[in-house]
């Protein structure tokens, strides 16, 4: 029996990360593997929650002895990477997986595991002046770096065509989001 890789994407402040919040309590026997990264940890974040910080020099090692299912550089600066074996070794025992990734990684994934393995969840809010306004309550951001999430929003809406399922994350109905991904799941792992 093979399980089914998950891989949940969409725009920064789209809310990706309160829905994986949710399926962590919702799916208590998935697996949520560990990518690496080379950027620093935010604050708060402990290592071997979501990531491995590591160094750059360790990444490419890593790379070098094959050890990503798919790695990508992301947001022009910094590397990030599934690891193989505890996704492979998951997926042959039948587990459901879960994974948030960029584009590039659904990309990648996509050439390596068969299709019927990869079930990709696009969550997205419904417009960039929906999202700008998320993303500028969050955090202070220059308006340089605002640009730039912009043309990352029109590019990845571009390709939330390309994915399985979009699921629009509105403002002040976070609930109804997570709900609708995780009846996605349920219905793709029955
Ligand atoms: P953050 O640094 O905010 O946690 O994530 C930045 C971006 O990296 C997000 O778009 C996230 O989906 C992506 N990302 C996180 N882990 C991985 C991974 O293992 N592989 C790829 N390709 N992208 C990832």
Known sequence: ???KLFLILGPSGSGK???????????PDAVFPIS???????QG???GDVYHFITKEEFKSRIERGEFLEWAIVHSDNYYGTLKAP?????????????EVDMQGVQSIRKILPP??????????R????????????????????AHRKASFEREMEFSKECDYVVFSEDGKIP?????VERIIRQEII
């Open 1 to 3: 029996m093979s399980g």
């Open 17 to 27: 990360g309160t829905v994986i919040a949710h399926l962590r309590e919702a799916f």
């Open 36 to 42: 690496c990264t080379t950027r620093t940890p935010r």
């Open 45 to 47: 974040e402990k290592e």
């Open 87 to 99: 996704i492979v070794q998951a997926l042959e025992a039948g587990k459901t997986v879960i994974r």
């Open 116 to 125: 019927e393995q990869v079930v990709s969840i696009f969550i997205t809010a």
């Open 127 to 146: 417009s960039w002046e929906n999202l700008k306004e998320r993303i500028v309550k969050r955090a202070t951001i220059s308006e340089e770096e605002l």
């Open 176 to 180: 109804e989001a997570n709900e609708e």
